[in-house]
């Protein structure tokens, strides 16, 4: 299972070593919103009450609303018609050719940044020679979660540097690795990316490989990494360009959620018929005069307690319900609540027995509370989409050319087709039709699903004629 922990302590360790500077103090609630994410914490596994050690297996069960959340933020703010451009014919013959794929293969990468409060984009260069050129370069992107990201430098706003640890292969081997991206004054501010490998049998312990190179100048002063958060103050650190999960507020909220579905659960496991039935009721193998609890199968069928003389009911039923309405009531409450807290505006998230769990499309053009905090979360993400292909495009050229372009624009495209306020867009056309700014037969067209011939015959407009004052 894959485990989020923060960056390991050899790798600070080292960093301070270099003389860097690590903060990574988001670690601990990285930690923890890690947690809900994956369901790990002890509301869900508490310890056994009969031992006290180990997992009780009979720990609470979860819809995982923390992770439901962040998969829906991510697919409402970049989804397969969101399009990375630019104005630049070079730049955007690049991008078509480069970034062609990347929202699709970054959709559960940006739902985990929403969910640890931050990831990392960073850049690479494959192609490179010895002397750190290559006429074939190529910039590949790589996504590092929280708790691989640990900043250097910051700017109050926005990291300078960063420090990232994984785990790679190179030349068929393991190895740990740990990247600081920088910019080195001694070559006038451009960008480099050192690389360290470590022996993952021998914590810390640094290894030397020819396949890396350990300096490479991007010969760029754009950033070689974008950091990408969700719209949300860090409340915790001061000066940290690491965010806060989308989720931080709403952890209570997510307790509320599953507690009701774990409810629901026993409610239907304890609420099942059962068949209590005397003694002079169960059948008695006649060779052995054994009673047959053969029917006592998943506990349906049970012996009473022997009573007082007199008081005897061979099959008495036990059925207590599994009350429907009043769980049904009390998740559609719950998730709800959840709803609120996580910036979608209430009944985004919603049970019931004909619809099933609604979600965005049901909902969305009529919710301004969510059209406003995803506006937000698309401001964030397209400030990292630009820096990250600014910098690529440039370190890219840096490597191949020599020389790298600063002036790199990049526009970020978002679907309004998923999200739009469809009462306020209704109400400002139909203004715009009263004050003859625009022509009826548009708002005919497009809100009564008539083809343009039909709308022009409907209102009563013809090609070239004036459009009249919009009215009864």
Excluded at 116 to 139: F, K, M, N, P, T
Excluded at 386 to 405: N, Q, T
Excluded at 436 to 453: F, H, I, N, Q, T
Aim: net charge negative; charged share 25%.
């Amino acid at each position: 299972m894959k485990k989020v922990t923060g960056v390991p302590g050899w790798a600070t360790r080292f960093l301070k070593r270099k003389g860097y500077a690590p903060r990574n103090s988001m670690d601990a609630h990285i930690r923890a919103w890690w947690s809900w994410y994956q369901t790990t914490n002890g509301f869900y596994a508490a310890d056994r009450h009969d031992t006290g050690r180990g997992a009780d297996p009979g720990g609470r069960l979860s819809i995982r609303p923390a992770r439901a959340v962040c998969d829906e933020w991510a697919s409402l703010v970049m989804d397969e018609k969101t399009a990375i451009s630019s104005p630049q014919t070079e730049v955007n013959d690049w991008l078509a050719e480069r970034a062609d794929a990347f929202v699709s293969e970054q959709a559960d990468n940006l739902a985990l940044a929403f969910a640890l409060g931050s990831g990392c984009w960073a850049v690479g260069i494959e192609g490179v020679g010895e002397d750190g050129r290559g006429a074939d370069a190529e910039a590949t992107i790589d996504f590092y979660d929280a708790g691989k990201v640990c900043p250097l430098l910051t700017d109050g706003t926005e990291a300078v540097s960063v420090a990232l640890v994984s785990r790679c292969l190179v030349g068929g081997v393991t190895y740990d690795r740990v990247q600081v991206h920088e910019p080195v004054a001694e070559t006038g501010g451009t960008y480099h990316i050192r690389t360290w490998l470590f022996d993952p049998a021998r914590e810390g312990a640094e290894v030397v490989s020819d396949e890396v190179i350990g300096d490479l100048d991007t010969r760029s002063a754009l950033p070689t990494f974008a950091i990408v958060r969700p719209a949300i103050s860090n409340t915790y650190e001061e000066l940290c360009p690491l965010g806060v999960s989308v989720f931080d507020d709403a952890v209570d909220t997510i307790k509320l959620v599953d507690a009701t579905f774990d409810m629901m659960y026993w409610r239907c496991r304890l609420g099942l018929p059962r068949i209590i039935c005397e003694e002079s009721g169960i059948r008695v193998d006649p060779k052995t005069g054994r009673r047959d609890l053969g029917s006592t199968i998943d506990q349906k069928l049970f012996k009473a307690v022997p009573g007082k003389v007199g008081q005897s009911s061979p099959l008495t039923m036990y059925d207590p319900g599994i009350r429907a309405d009043e769980s049904e009531t009390a998740m559609n409450d719950a998730l709800s609540m959840l709803s609120i807290k996580c910036g979608f505006g209430p009944n985004y998230f919603s049970f019931t027995r004909q619809g099933g769990l609604k979600t965005a499309r049901e909902v969305v053009s009529d919710n301004s509370v969510l059209y406003r905090n995803l506006r937000k979360h698309e401001g964030k993400v397209g400030e990292a989409l630009r820096r990250l292909f600014a910098g690529a495009y440039s370190a890219e050229a840096g490597v191949r050319l020599g020389a790298a372009p600063e002036g790199v624009e990049i526009d970020v495209t978002w679907d309004d087709s998923v999200v739009e306020d469809a009462d306020a867009e209704r109400e400002t056309m139909k203004d715009d039709v009263a004050r003859g700014l625009c022509p009826r037969w548009v708002y005919v067209a497009k809100y009564y699903g008539m083809s343009d011939e039909e709308a022009r015959a409907f209102t009563g407009e013809t090609l070239g004629a004036a459009p009249d004052d919009f009215g009864e």
